[in-house]
T-cell receptor
């Protein structure tokens, strides 16, 4: 089972460059999220989606765009990369449980991004 | 949950001892969930245990149990009979509908 896949695994960018981190899931999950994890810190929510065509901002959305045209895919776009965006990026997917509350979230392996 | 607080940046525990990792949460949602994840040095996020706000009993999964005290807004993780392989970062997280927020984590080190 593929689960949640992320590409690329590693990426080095120069300041000002743009790029898209890819995320796909094959579990037909309604919910998908993007997190960043800075060294020695917890995960911070960037953007999330409750279904195709619906996205919302998380805790740290500035500098990132998302779209959700299909249930399976949830790409994250860095518009103009900055050194402060050097981090590990995790994509996750889940489904609503009892009372609509997510009770299981599956993570991708992460993308390690360095911005010079 | 809208805010998750983990107040223990690091802990050292002797092998085979039990360990409790603290987590408190703050939310105004009537329904919510609480998670614990393990992140070893390899970096992947491993789901350990889940507790729903509507669950009457504390969740258990093998050596892991979640001590859920709703009135205190706490959701502590208890690991019984710790093993060397338990050395890792541990994150508490809270969900309200589709949004899941993480705490800052606790680094657990098991001494042989």
């Amino acid at each position: 089972n593929a689960g949640v896949t992320q590409t690329p695994k590693f990426q080095v960018l120069k300041t000002g460059q743009s790029m898209t981190l890819q995320c796909a899931q094959d579990m037909n999950h309604e919910y998908m999220s993007w997190y960043r994890q800075d060294p020695g810190m917890g995960l911070r929510l960037i953007h999330y989606s409750v279904g195709a065509g619906i996205t919302d901002q998380g805790e740290v959305p500035n500098g990132y765009n998302v779209s959700r045209s299909t249930t399976e895919d949830f790409p994250l776009r860095l518009l103009s990369a900055a050194p402060s965006q050097t981090s590990v990026y995790f994509c996750a997917s889940s489904s609503p449980g009892v009372a609509g509350v997510t009770d299981t979230q599956y993570f991708g392996p992460g993308t390690r991004l360095t911005v010079l | 949950a809208q805010k998750i607080t983990q107040t223990q940046p690091g802990m050292f525990v002797q092998e085979k001892e039990a360990v409790t990792l603290d987590c408190t949460y703050d939310t105004s949602d009537p329904s919510y969930g609480l998670f614990w994840y393990k992140q070893p040095s390899s970096g992947e996020m491993i789901f350990l245990i889940y507790q729903g706000s509507y669950d009457q009993q504390n969740a258990t999964e093998g050596r892991y149990s979640l001590n859920f005290q709703k009135a205190r807004k706490s959701a502590n993780l208890v690991i019984s009979a710790s093993q060397l392989g338990d050395s890792a970062m541990y994150f508490c997280a809270g969900s309200s509908a589709s949004k899941i927020i993480f705490g800052s984590g606790t680094r657990l080190s098991i001494r042989p």
